[in-house]
């Protein structure tokens, strides 16, 4: 069996624990699977895998998250239905937090990516077109100007995140996951996250709840 997380960049498969990444236009049939699970953020890509997987079937329809949250994406779906307490913070171009508890979903937020960040101030002032040090020192005032953007940018993302955790444990994913869970000390980094939920709503569709 073969999952794909199809994200707004890249293709994420998940086959027997194995986590890995293809770009739309370098993907390829390269192994034989009867079954194929799919959720899609972006319809073009999801068009792609399915001239690869013609019989590729979409998740989206049978996930369903306990939530009063409206318009909530698929895979922020699944995310939340990989864990059952805690807060999923997904790192990418963009930043999602949902907080979960006993399995309910309490709501979210969304704010920008570290890249994401770093392309708005560059597009402020020629002055400010820095690549982000992200090796600055969050514990001290930094003195000069690349380590005062990056100490903006990383502290923010990283203040918003504690506010928002409240002891809770942290289930970091997405490109910038690993680096931004190594500021807490209650965080777990799992690139298969979206999986587990996708692998959970594929059990329920088997018990028939879905």
């Known amino acids: ?6 994200g707004n960049t890249y293709l994420h498969f998940y086959q027997e624990g194995k986590v890995w990444k293809e ?7 390269g192994m034989e699977v009867q079954e194929v699970y799919y959720i899609s953020v972006n319809p073009p890509s999801a068009r792609r895998l399915l001239e690869v997987y013609p019989h590729a079937i979409d998740l989206a329809p049978h996930m369903v998250l306990d939530t009063a949250y409206k318009g909530l994406g698929v895979d922020r779906m699944a995310a939340c239905k990989g864990i059952e307490d805690g807060v999923v913070v997904d790192a990418g171009s963009a930043i999602t937090v949902d907080v979960m508890q006993n ?7 969304i704010m920008p990516g570290i890249a994401s960040l770093s392309s708005m101030l560059k597009s402020i ?13 969050l514990s001290a005032l930094p003195q000069n100007t690349r380590d005062a953007l990056s100490y903006g940018a990383i502290k923010a993302i990283v203040m918003m995140i504690q506010n928002s955790c409240k002891n809770k444990r942290l289930f970091f994913t997405g490109g910038d996951g690993k680096y931004l869970a190594r500021f807490f000390e209650n965080a777990i980094h799992d690139n298969s996250i979206v999986f587990k939920g996708m692998l959970k709503t594929l059990e329920e569709m088997k018990e028939g709840k879905r």
Do not use: T
């Open 23 to 29: 770009l739309p236009r370098r993907l390829k049939a």
């Open 1 to 6: 069996m073969l999952l794909c997380d199809i």
């Open 125 to 137: 002032s020629p002055a400010l077109e820095k690549e982000l040090n992200l090796s600055v020192e």
């Open 103 to 109: 399995q309910v979903h309490l709501g979210g937020f």
